[in-house]
């Protein structure tokens, strides 16, 4: 697969990085040999780039796959959601232990929102003097907020930035409101030209979009200021898919067979505001216990209506 240079940095990646979420504890939960597997495979197959957090709960499954030999260029960002300089400081050695790499080649500020720069500003601290002391290679932050990601352009500190955009705009938020696909790629431009590396997520809008994936995909991969297009897997058969998009062998009227999945909300990201379920045709949300909404399956059409409504990216189809 081919590999491009991060922005300004040293650390090139394959144009398709996998995304480790899928296979962790809050999706399919695979047993983590079973994941394993499945980055090894890929890895492989060409992909040499990694996306993790602290808070997906698959460090276990990318140490695992990099016990094998022949992986040496294997690129790791991980990311957190901590504030203050100390936490996110502990964030950085987590990974080190869990993932047992002396260096992580990426560490982010994870999901930043709009309004929160300043308040987070201890964990960028930390971040940078991570980076000082060697402990990662680059830093930067994730985002689904247009507005976060024009101001990464213009932090000399910041090598990386990781932002959602696909091309219904699903999920792309503007301050309080939602906003455009225009809107963010112009900001991914700025950070482009600004020398930043760009990788970017959601390109099927949490699985909403699966089903027009060649659409989803060439709208992603045709944009040349994002270096890498980050996807979530959790079997073979979505690795060679997406092998196949990339070297053309795919047929044009091929989309994977979505019968099967299903609409599920992260609990870990759900806030309760009761978007998803006013929005929801066949009254097939619900709260839960915690306060958080939930999918009765019995009652579900999978229209997606709920999907693009959701503030925070929580609604997913698995």
Same mark, same amino acid.
């Given at each position: 697969m081919q590999k491009k240079a991060l922005g300004n940095t040293d650390i090139k990646v394959s144009v398709a990085g996998f995304g480790v979420l899928p296979m962790g504890p809050s999706q399919l939960a695979l047993p983590v040999e079973q994941g394993a597997a499945v980055i090894r495979y890929a890895l492989k197959r060409g992909f040499n780039f990694l996306d993790t957090?602290?808070?997906?709960?698959?460090?276990?499954?990318?140490?695992?796959?990099?016990?094998?030999?022949?992986? $040496?260029?294997?690129?790791?960002?991980?990311?957190?959601?901590?504030?203050?300089?100390?936490?996110?400081?502990?964030?950085?050695?987590?990974?080190?232990?869990?993932?047992?790499?002396?260096?992580?080649?990426?560490?982010?500020?994870?999901?930043?929102?709009?309004?929160?720069?300043?308040?987070?500003?201890?964990?960028?601290?930390?971040?940078?003097?991570?980076?000082?002391?060697?402990?990662v290679r680059a830093i930067g932050l994730s985002t689904h907020h247009i507005d976060v990601t024009e101001a990464a352009a213009s932090m000399p500190e910041l090598d990386v930035v990781f932002p959602l955009i696909n091309y219904a705009g699903l999920g792309i938020r503007k301050g309080d409101a939602f906003g455009s696909k225009e809107e963010m790629l112009a900001a991914i431009r700025r950070c482009h030209r600004a020398g930043k590396g760009v990788f970017s997520m959601k390109a099927f809008g949490g699985g909403s979009l699966t089903s027009h994936y060649q659409e989803a995909?060439?709208?992603?991969?045709?944009?040349?200021?994002?270096?890498?297009?980050?996807? @979530?897997? @959790?079997?073979?058969?979505?690795? $060679?898919?997406?092998?196949?998009?990339?070297?053309?062998?795919?047929?044009?009227?091929?989309?994977?067979?979505?019968?099967?999945?299903?609409?599920? /909300?992260?609990?870990?990201?759900?806030? @309760?505001?009761?978007?998803?379920?006013?929005?929801?045709?066949?009254?097939? /949300?619900?709260?839960?216990?915690?306060?958080?909404?939930?999918?009765?399956? $019995?009652?579900?059409?999978?229209? @997606?209506?709920?999907?693009?409504?959701c503030p925070v990216r929580a609604v997913i189809m698995y």
């Open positions: 957090a602290q808070y997906y709960r698959t460090y276990p499954y990318i140490k695992k796959a990099l016990e094998h030999e022949g992986f $040496d260029d294997v690129v790791i960002s991980s990311k957190s959601l901590c504030t203050d300089y100390d936490g996110m400081m502990e964030a950085v050695l987590e990974a080190r232990e869990e993932l047992g790499r002396d260096v992580i080649d990426i560490f982010l500020m994870h999901e930043l929102r709009s309004g929160q720069l300043e308040e987070r500003a201890g964990a960028w601290d930390a971040l940078q003097d991570a980076r000082a002391k060697g402990l995909l060439d709208y992603v991969f045709s944009k040349e200021e994002i270096d890498s297009v980050m996807i @979530g897997f @959790g079997k073979n058969a979505e690795v $060679d898919d997406l092998i196949a998009y990339l070297d053309g062998s795919m047929p044009k009227t091929y989309n994977p067979d979505v019968s099967k999945k299903r609409v599920y /909300i992260n609990q870990e990201d759900c806030e @309760g505001c009761g978007s998803c379920k006013a929005a929801c045709p066949a009254g097939a /949300i619900f709260y839960n216990d915690n306060g958080l909404a939930e999918v009765n399956h $019995d009652k579900c059409l999978t229209c @997606g209506y709920c999907s693009p409504v």
